[in-house]
């Protein structure tokens, strides 16, 4: 993105910021039983007063400075319950206000069962140019058990229609680490994602967060918790059949095609700016971490009722809190979303150029220690967690915040 980057300036860092824009759509049909995102299912009827919020919002943040943007990722809840046209608004919006990269990655999570050619082939007009589908397991059973309410059959039509409508890039989401799972029935899965010949995976080990429906039935003796030494087996089987497809592992959780990777994420696991619209969004720019007001109705109001330019870039009026990052925070955070990328790891020469400090004088000791552990190492100037480290990487990351 060399021929769109400025930079900002504020009173402490010099910030690359070609921008990422989050933007978050909290609506779904039905809850999933593991499910704790910023989402509801009985608020449909206002989409369409959501959608011109998320544009208010849009036109605030941006003000009067055209920003150059590079990815745009329509998250969820379910972006796909939003009409074509509505996505079709927003992007607009987006194009007004910001400078969009005419090669700008535009994804939008989608659940299978939500869409059909006719969609998918509107939505790609828009310019949306990426689908990510949670289709979370193959097995009918652990699809029950997290409370989806599709069948993995509904996956592979979603994918076929993706195609008929133009697209050829696409990721999909698999859990691993679910009550009942076996390496056999993971294997399963990943077999038959794999057969979808995804461009992209994203393996997330299930976490049972306090009250959700399966945290109940885990206290309530119903459901078993899951073993965490299947869950690292579960990794180990994917890291190996992925790597046997031709599928890079580039982060923790993450595999993609050669040159598939994710731009929006990298912006995240590279501590750069990207900005949160919508409901409970979370965004990082201009020396700050802020987050928007969850309530899809108070985010409405906020945004409805007052549409002044905020004081501070990039916070609007349904921005509910906000923290000014010390250069201290800036390179703990630059630590913790670096290390996730296993091949990039953090660069020695940018970590100085960006903070002026080495990567020696800030966290030698640490490193030093976490080397000689073998959960670390140095290469070529790059920084990188270990296979063994991998495995402990919370227990890392902690060493840096
Ligand atoms: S579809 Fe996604 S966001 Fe919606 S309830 Fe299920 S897990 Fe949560």
């Not at 704790?36 to 989409?47: H, M, P, R, W």
């Not at 409901?279 to 985010?299: D, E, F, I, L």
């Not at 509910?320 to 953090?346: F, K, N, S």
Request: proline share 4%; with cysteine.
């Amino acid at each position: 993105m060399t021929n769109n980057q400025f930079t900002i300036h504020n009173s402490q860092f010099t910030i690359p910021s070609s921008l990422s824009l989050y933007l978050h759509i909290p609506f779904c049909a039905y809850r999933c039983s593991y499910c704790d995102f910023n989402t509801y299912t009985s608020v449909g009827e206002l989409k369409g007063a959501y959608a011109e919020a998320l544009c208010a919002e849009i036109r605030q943040v941006a003000g009067h400075t055209k920003r150059p943007a590079h990815t745009i990722f329509f998250g969820g809840g379910t972006p796909s319950l939003m009409t074509a046209e509505h996505i079709a608004t927003i992007l607009d919006t987006v194009r007004s206000h910001f400078a969009l990269a005419d090669t700008a990655e535009i994804t939008m999570e989608a659940n299978p069962e939500t869409v059909d050619v006719a969609y998918l082939a509107a939505v790609r007009s828009a310019g949306v140019n990426r689908l990510s589908f949670g289709a979370q397991s193959a097995v009918e059973s652990e699809l029950a058990l997290l409370g989806r309410q599709h069948s993995f059959a509904s996956v592979v039509r979603a994918v076929q229609m993706a195609r008929e409508a133009g697209f050829d890039n696409f990721n999909i989401d698999l859990i691993y680490g679910v009550p009942g799972q076996t390496l056999a029935s993971w294997q399963e899965s990943l077999t038959a994602a794999l057969a979808l010949h995804t461009h992209h995976l994203s393996l997330y080990c299930l976490t049972i967060e306090p009250g959700t429906p399966l945290q109940r039935s885990v206290t309530q003796g119903h459901i078993a918790l899951p073993d965490p030494d299947l869950a690292a087996d579960q990794y180990e089987l994917a890291r190996d059949m992925l790597a046997e497809a031709g599928m890079e592992h580039y982060e923790i959780s993450n595999w993609a095609l050669p040159g598939r990777a994710s731009e929006h994420n990298l912006t995240y696991w590279r501590n750069g700016q990207y900005l949160g619209l919508g409901a409970g969004a979370h965004g990082h720019a201009n020396g700050y971490r802020y987050h928007v007001v969850r309530q899809p109705r108070v985010y409405i109001r906020r945004l409805m009722e007052n549409s002044a330019v905020p004081e501070h870039y990039p916070l609007s009026t349904a921005v509910a809190g906000q923290t000014e990052l010390t250069p201290t925070d800036q390179m703990g955070e630059t630590m913790m979303t670096g290390l996730r990328l296993l091949q990039e790891g953090v660069s020695t020469a940018d970590f100085a150029r960006q903070f002026g400090r080495s990567l020696e004088e800030v966290y030698g000791r640490d490193i030093a220690e976490l080397t000689e552990w073998g959960l670390l190492a140095e290469e070529d100037g790059r920084l990188r967690l270990t296979s063994r480290g991998i495995f402990v990487s919370n227990q890392v990351f902690q060493r840096f915040v």
